[in-house]
């Protein structure tokens, strides 16, 4: 995808003769996608900070929050009707101040005021349009708001709505103060985590019957015509493919596979699939796959490819895999920076031939424009496979899903299955040049460290698990990116745009980065990244974590951030994980690595903390639950030690070894993989893992030896291939 060049034309309808913006706000001076695309609104817009509330403060007035992100459809929607609105941008001016908020950049805030208007309304989304007082208290909130009376159906606008709360926020100002508190009071109460496990032991928490709750709801809650939980909308997150893998694994349930199996194909097969250029959609509006909210998002896609590869691994599936791998290969070709970072997100709308923006008008398409860019026997092979009609399927246009297996329409145009491939794979290559000529949706360039750590993780897997240097080497660069860009003085930053480091690194930044890093560290041996990892938790936990007597665990801000009206532990896992969940899991690994007893405390006080949720409701910390299966499971430690004569090239590409494919061909979840060579340097290595203490490579054969061990307890070591297979093969049931 070429870059959009809608970043560089002032997003205004309101230009002076020469093409430059009537008016400019305070947004021009920020560096967020989202805030700059406000940037020329006729609102004076304010960014979050002081300047906003003392003004606030100083006038009396009320606050109006909007909080979005720049792909976000309906955000621009009400951008274009009311913050483009010179009568409502007129009445905004005069009568609040007026706060964007990029919501990626400040998740903390988003969470406050999600809260807010979920309490409110019973629901949530983007927009989200607050108002409050100028102590940041709300005291009204909603969503997207159309800007008069009567549009969309709806009794209010935002005009009228924005009059009538100025007008209780002057006559009723005890009431306004008073629904403040209480807003404020429930916000802090959700935010508040049950501490009624904390008493307990962390063993009388952790049991089978965790698992299996929650894999049963899920069965129940199942669409087993569609794959995903039954009805619509569908994001694929909400069926948590990587827990079945693993409940799939410890029960042998061959239904839970067959859930994981049918919900994979069907979105790989489905229009939420980009058949053309690789990568996954946000969500798809229908019950089938078919019909995507069209914007992409990086940890969407990170996220699928650690669901597809791990389920390559227990299936063999093929095609699982060539999905992962077309989903980085479309991450490096248009979403990776010239550094090696990846940037955020692409839009759902780009320009149509109007010169309008359309949602999906660059990943759809008509029969006219197939049949010219296509020979005729290529366009009959992409119509039949794709099921693309004259009529289409979206707004007279084709999303493309797969309508046949490619053996059918082999034998329908009586070809070979192999000639139907060969066909198939070079019209999408012309699809994909043809493509790449239109208005390219906008790409949001901002670098957020949680979401590329994610990404790293997900280049880690599948070239962990493909011996793909190619993207071993793409994860190493974005996470040199990291370190050399977003740490200052041991402390994380969260976002990264225009040279410019920004923001304080927030819990999930933190923790999907140790997370990569020790994925870095097992899959090639490089012992600086694990390093790195201890030093990250070591700040982690001066900054964000709780103290024991309040129950542990981590917030999701630091210590020394600003102060809002609420501090969040964040527990549920949606379309990210939760920070704790990873936190949690990072502890678990990192004790298995060092044996250090201070992790094992902490995450047992995490555990405990989450105690009655794992209770009541495991599946909404479906993340977490794949930390309680790597703690029942009694995680194998797996060392491998190559013997002193192995030089260092040929360690360097210890991957190429056949030892290695024993472990890349077994889906084993939970475990740690320790690489080493003989050498002086391994004496100070031991001090960190002791596990290495005593492991040697066998002198009589010149290659290395492995070790499986459990809870420190190992296995005899073996130096054949296949009693290592047989030894890591093993697996605890669950009772």
Known sequence: MKKSNEADKPRTKHLNNDGTPKYTNRLFLETSPYLLQH??????????????????????????????????????VMEEESFEDLEIADFLNKNYISIKVDREERPDIDAIYMSAVQSLTGKGGWPLSLWLNNDQKPFFGGTYFPARDGDYGVQYGLLTTLKKLKDIFDSKS????????????????????????AYLRHEDILHADILHRAANYYHQMFDFENGGLSGAPKFPRSFPSRLMLRYFRRTQKEHFLKMVNLTLSKMANGGIHDHVGGGFHRYSTDKNWLIPH????LYDNALLV?????????????????????????????????????????????????????????FTWTTEEIDTILDVKEAK????????????????????????????????LTLTTKEAEEILNTSLNKLYKAREKRPAPFRDEKILTAWNALMISAFVKVGFILNNKKYLLAAKNATTF?????????????????????????????????????????????????????????TLSKFYEDNEEDGGVFFRTSHDHEKLIAREKPYYDGAEPSGNSIAIFNLLRLYEF?????????YERGFKVFGSLLKTRPMILSELLLAVDFYLDDPKEVIIVFPENFSESDFSNINDHPIMDVLRNTFLPNRIIIVVKEC????????????????????????????????????????????????????????
């Open 39 to 76: 940037a020329h609104n006729p609102v004076n817009w304010y960014p979050w900070g002081e300047e906003a509330f003392s003004r606030a403060r100083e006038l009396a007035s009320p606050i109006f929050l909007s909080v979005g992100y720049s792909t976000c459809h309906w955000c621009h």
């Open 174 to 197: 005890g009431q306004v103060l008073q629904t403040g508190q209480e807003l404020t009071d429930i916000i802090s109460s959700q935010f508040n985590l049950n501490q009624s496990a």
């Open 294 to 297: 069209f914007e992409k998002m």
């Open 306 to 362: 650690m669901a597809y590869a791990e389920a390559y691994q227990v299936t063999k599936n093929e095609n699982f895999i060539l999905i992962a791998q077309k989903t980085l290969d479309y991450i490096l070709k248009e979403m990776t920076s010239e550094d090696g970072a990846f940037y955020s997100a692409t839009d759902a709308d780009s320009l149509n031939s109007n010169g309008h923006q359309e949602e999906g008008i660059f």
């Open 381 to 412: 092979l992409i119509k039949y496979y794709y099921g693309v009609t004259e009529e289409g399927n979206f707004e007279g246009r084709n999303i493309f899903y797969v309508a046949k297996t490619i053996d059918v329409v082999a034998e329908k």
């Open 482 to 538: 990291i370190i050399n860009n977003l740490i200052r003085n041991d402390k994380l930053y969260r976002s990264f745009k225009d040279g410019q480091c920004r923001l304080n690194g927030h819990l999930d930044d933190y923790a999907f980065l140790i997370a990569a890093l020790m994925d870095l560290y097992e899959a090639t041996a490089e012992i600086e990244w694990y390093k790195n990892a201890v030093n990250l938790d070591k």
């Open 594 to 602: 060092s044996a250090n007893e201070d992790y094992r405390r902490r």
């Open 680 to 735: 002086q340097d391994l004496k100070e290595q031991e001090k960190s893992m002791p596990l290495l203490e005593g492991k040697v490579a066998s002198n009589v054969v010149d290659g290395p030896v492995a070790y499986v061990c459990r809870k420190r307890t190992c296995l005899l070591p073996t130096s054949n291939f296949s009693e290592f297979a047989t030894q890591i093969a093993e697996v605890k049931k669950l009772n």
